[in-house]
């Protein structure tokens, strides 16, 4: 549990550079230095060619709402009773992958495939969430 009362993504090995790069208010995804294929979540193995081998690089941060589901009963209550109703969302990044996220715009204001873009709650000193909005 973080110190504001929500758990928070724990960085391991593989995403903690992803982390970092939030932290800094960048969006990095890996990319596979054998097949060049670009991957989300972080892994340490590449799912198209099995290499090992992988570097970072950086989102442009703009992608398009593919899909979301409103969350309007939340559990449990008591931590998430105050945030309701809040959006989780499949986004699909310029570069080509599809990421799972939150949307900072009210449920009404979303339209499938709408232009959105990344910003970053720091949430605490040592973790920032990367969340996206509607392009205005």
Not at 23 to 37: A, E, F, K, P, S
Not at 59 to 84: M, N
């Amino acid at each position: 549990m973080s110190h504001h009362g929500k758990p928070l993504p724990v960085p391991d090995i593989d995403s903690a550079p992803f982390w970092e790069g939030c932290r800094n208010h960048r969006l990095v995804i890996q990319r596979c230095t054998d097949c060049g294929q670009l991957r989300f979540p972080p892994t340490g193995m590449c799912p198209h060619c099995r290499s090992v081998n992988s570097e970072w690089i950086t989102a442009s941060g703009r992608g398009r709402l593919y899909s979301w589901i409103v969350v309007r009963h939340p559990v449990p209550r008591e931590i998430y009773a105050s945030d309701v109703p809040y959006v989780v969302a499949l986004v699909d990044l310029e570069e080509g992958v599809r990421i799972s996220t939150n949307m900072t715009c009210p449920p009404d204001e979303l339209m499938s495939d709408m232009p959105v873009e990344v910003l970053f709650d720091d949430v605490s000193p040592e973790l920032t969430l990367p969340k996206f909005r509607p392009v205005r």
